[in-house]
């Protein structure tokens, strides 16, 4: 049976893809992109023929060189066939520089992309920009983020010119398999919404690539595919510089001949399809509501009629939760080649972001028949032939070695034999036939076993990838080194590792998980300066468990807040001392407050972006509030449900209790509170420039091209000045014995001046979802800015501290346009994590920003250092940093 199920086994995979995280290098540079799939519309030499076009290669003659000068109405181009359809988020290009003999570029270029290779689109931006900037000389490599992303197999790179220069290109591409499969969907226009019953917004598809014609778009890919979700309001975009509503694509109910809107979807092969994903918005308080029901029938083949019985799925229509979210539409397994959909409306407007298939390939297993031959030589191997009854199929094992294939026998086998001189021959062929069927069965099992074996072991090796900076680029390069040698039986077995396992809890367990641990952590406690205790005394393992501080929470749950904000853990005196004393904030009157928008929300509260009127002249003069001309004041409102525990209750007061003694430039402030009544509240700063990552990211460096373009820039004198007040606030906070615990450039925000304000709400936002790794369902953490013994120990300390603003310096010097670690899965991340704590050589750091001074860098490596009693102190930092800054 189990034989019979891996004939149609097939990996399924989730289509759903983040932009952000698919951004892995697609095979130019490592030569997984063969020669033959790179062409070119022609090429000066042989040696710089296409397949020279390689980012950060220097074979033939240095890079790809089309014939001749580049002639404005002349069109060259690179072609490239990635094998298979891929979702394209980046390009990387580079000039000649052959070693310091060539000095040919491109400035600009364009980007054509086909499906089968027959039909080209041209590439254009969000803005229907068709010209994307490459370089300004031959060595240093260029990094293209593509918005909106590509969903193609074949690519040209074709150059610009507005002279006639010599150009030659170098290429890297980036993305990730286009699992989904989906080549087309058509629907009718995107429609807009017009006052005076509802606020202005369209709510077409601008990148639409197909045909429009009579309002019916077709034969094409656009946003419902582009990997941008839209927000719990329509009118608010994830897009620079774009309209209200464009993240959606949006339909009013009679505007259209039926009562529903149709939408055709065509995919590369036939598909088995398990579900379909539909992210749809809910505000319903302006006629917003996800589709009252579905019915999606089914084609084969696209030259065959919809089969009759469509599958039928009813919503459960929320009219309290006005969030956008997903719904998913369950489709029975049914095999197709395209589908039809209806959505129907549940109120006056129904919008989508995404739409997306849970699907695989439909697998129709190879009939070999295989038949005895007359005769065999001493060297002749037994190959089976055609025969009309006999019937075999060759599968492979998923789960063993590549390249096993094993026969299976799926009707009874009847041969018929010219001889009876060849009946032992016949005989000794089955025998061997079920020997090889049993070895396979063992050897399934054995894997299988192996397999969940695996899974309890806590050290599963990563694929050895190291991290390095070209010298003459700054593309991260990524290579496998040789496979290190087998561990001997010397070596202490470890176990992975998993956060919220109770031994986290008892340090006497965690020392047979992990040998080393204990160890490390004696030396730290014995010798590191952290443990309160006369250490010089203590038991190894009484300094075990005396090595983690005082004010370090070890429940690692507790790192979220009821809000869904992170608490900081203080020290536990202090704690006690302020239950004990009164709220220093006035109660603010409720009903002067006005809310705009939901920021973010936890398990037991939510915050809210809200006007406060009057909060001026409520708190009298001195008070850190913006300039606003008379006008309410924002504020970001901490509010407690109606449905919150009793624990939810007191930590709530706590946490406005230690907000209360926070008093810095550099930290946001509670400002007063709403704690008479219930709801409770809490109201605190907020900047209308918002977050440090999202006005980062929607910046250049600055240059004589940002500046004659008018494009948002900062200075590295900016950076520098954001870098140090963010060591002033910390610096502040560690004074206290407070550990923030969520430190990130999204918990960063900024007024007008550039004046950076520490908060601690990224976490309830979900904007930043992605950038939190979630445990069993019970707590989120920010694994890519955590510290190793935070991940390991649940261990968060003013140290920790240190190690995450090393990180929030990295996300500055890149300008928040990449993730950390965003070549790694967030299990890679933490199996990296062991790598640092072991200590190896094999752990994988960040690499150094472009943007980075390299003395700067050094710093952010002492903020990585292994041992927590090596890394600077924010005092420490402030002073190091401060003597950059231009004053």
């Known amino acids: 049976m189990m034989l019979l199920l891996l004939l149609v086994f097939q990996a399924k995979t989730n289509a759903q893809v983040d932009p952000a995280h698919c951004r892995y290098p697609l095979g130019m540079e490592d030569g997984r992109i063969k020669d033959h799939d790179i062409t070119a519309s022609s090429q000066w030499y042989e040696t710089t023929g296409p397949q020279f ?5 220097e074979e033939g003659d240095g890079a790809w060189c089309p014939a001749g000068l580049l002639e404005p109405a002349v069109k060259q181009y690179l072609q490239i066939d990635l094998g298979q359809l891929t979702f394209l988020t980046v390009v990387g290009t580079q000039g000649r520089y052959a070693q310091n003999l060539g000095n040919e570029f491109a400035r600009m270029y364009r980007l054509n992309y086909s499906h089968d290779g027959l039909l080209w689109r041209s590439w254009k931006n969000r803005l229907g920009n068709q010209t994307v900037k490459a370089n300004d000389n031959a060595y240093t490599s260029r990094i293209n983020d593509l918005h909106p992303p590509i969903i193609t197999r074949y690519l040209r790179v074709i150059p610009v010119s507005q002279v006639s220069p010599t150009v030659c290109m170098r290429v890297e591409l980036y993305g990730c398999p286009w699992s989904d499969g989906l080549i087309s969907y058509s629907s009718p226009e995107g429609q807009q919404m017009l006052p005076p019953w509802f ?3 369209s709510l077409n598809d601008s990148t639409y690539d197909g045909v429009n014609e009579g309002r019916k778009m077709s034969g094409g890919l656009g946003q419902l595919t582009d990997g941008v979700i839209g927000q719990d309001d329509f009118l608010v975009t994830r897009q620079y510089l774009m309209w209200q509503g464009y993240d959606y694509v949006g339909w009013k109910n009679g505007s259209l001949s039926s009562d529903y809107v149709e939408m055709e979807f065509v995919f590369d092969k036939q598909r088995n399809f398990t579900s379909m994903k539909v992210h749809s918005n809910n505000m319903f308080h302006r006629g ?75 697998v129709i297993p190879t009939q070999i028949t295989p038949v005895v031959t007359s005769g065999f030589s001493n060297d002749e191997s037994f190959m089976p032939t055609t025969h009309n009854t006999d019937k075999l199929h060759t599968i492979t094992c998923p789960f063993c070695s590549p390249g096993i294939q094993t026969p299976l026998a799926t009707s009874p086998t009847t041969i018929d034999l010219p001889d009876n001189r060849h009946t032992p021959v016949l005989i000794g062929c089955l025998v061997t036939i079920i020997l090889l069927l049993v070895v396979i069965i063992f050897l399934i099992l054995w894997c299988q076993y192996v397999c969940k074996v695996l899974e309890k072991a806590p050290r599963r090796i990563l694929e050895e990838v190291t991290v390095r900076l070209s010298s003459s680029s700054d593309t991260v390069i990524l290579q496998t080194p040789p496979v290190p040698p087998r561990v001997s039986q010397m070596d202490p077995p470890y176990e992975r590792i998993f956060l919220l396992d109770p031994q986290y809890q008892d340090p006497a367990a ?35 468990q005396n090595s983690v501080p005082h004010y370090a929470e070890t429940d690692i749950v507790s790192l979220q807040g009821v809000t869904g904000s992170n608490m900081y853990a203080v020290p536990a005196l202090t704690v006690d001392s302020l239950t004990r004393k009164d709220i220093s904030v006035a109660e603010f009157p409720r009903q002067r407050l006005f809310f705009r928008e939901k920021l973010g929300e936890g398990q037991f ?12 002249e409520f708190l009298g003069e001195g008070a850190p509030l913006p300039d606003r001309d008379g006008r309410p004041v924002l504020v970001a409102v901490k509010q407690l449900r109606a449905d919150a525990t009793n624990n939810a209750r007191n930590d709530f007061l706590k946490e ?232």
């Open 656 to 887: 406005i209790k230690i907000m209360s003694r926070l008093n810095d430039p550099n930290i946001i402030q509670l400002l007063c509170v709403c704690v008479s009544s219930d709801p409770l509240c809490m109201v605190t700063e907020y900047m209308e420039n918002g977050d440090l990552n999202m006005f980062l990211s929607q910046r250049e460096m600055e240059s004589n091209l940002t500046q004659a373009n008018n494009i948002p820039s900062v200075s590295l004198s900016d950076l520098l000045h954001m870098s140090v007040q963010i060591s002033s606030g910390m610096r502040y906070l560690a004074s206290l014995n407070f550990v923030h615990r969520d430190l990130a450039t999204r918990n960063c925000l900024l007024d007008r001046r550039l004046t950076i304000k520490i908060a601690d709400f990224g976490m309830s936002r979900n904007l930043y979802s992605s950038d939190y790794y979630r445990i069993q369902g019970r707590a989120v953490l920010p694994i890519r800015w955590m510290a190793w013994e935070s991940i390991l120990l649940g261990k968060f300390t003013m140290a920790s501290d240190v190690w995450a603003f090393g990180v929030t310096l990295w996300e500055i010097f890149t300008l928040c346009k990449e993730q950390p670690y965003s070549l790694l899965s967030d299990e890679q991340v933490i199996e990296n994590t062991g790598e640092f704590f072991r200590n190896q050589g094999r752990q994988i750091f960040l690499f150094p920003p472009p943007l980075c001074p390299p003395s700067l860098f050094e710093l952010m490596m002492r903020c990585w250092d292994r041992d927590i009693a090596d890394r600077p102190t924010f005092e420490g930092l402030y002073q190091a940093l401060r003597p950059h800054v231009v004053q």
């Open 199 to 201: 606020p202005f917004a």
């Open 510 to 544: 965690l020392r047979n998980k992990l040998p080393e641990l204990s160890q490390s952590a004696e030396a730290s406690a014995c010798g590191g300066g952290y443990a309160e205790p006369d250490v010089t005394q203590c038991t190894p393992h009484q300094c075990f």
């Open 53 to 57: 076009g390689r980012l950060n290669r």
């Open 288 to 362: 917003v509501k996800i589709f009252s029901s579905v019915s999606c029938s089914f084609k084969p083949h696209l030259l065959a009629n919809w089969e009759a019985e469509p599958v039928e799925f009813h919503t459960v229509l929320d009219d309290r939760n006005p969030s956008a979210r997903y719904v998913t539409v369950p489709l029975g397994s049914r095999t197709a080649k395209a589908l039809r959909c209806r959505f129907h409306f549940a109120d006056v407007w129904m919008m989508f972001s995404e739409i997306s298939f849970l699907s695989a390939d439909t």
């Open 605 to 616: 509260g939510e915050v809210h972006l809200c006007e406060a009127e009057g909060l001026p």
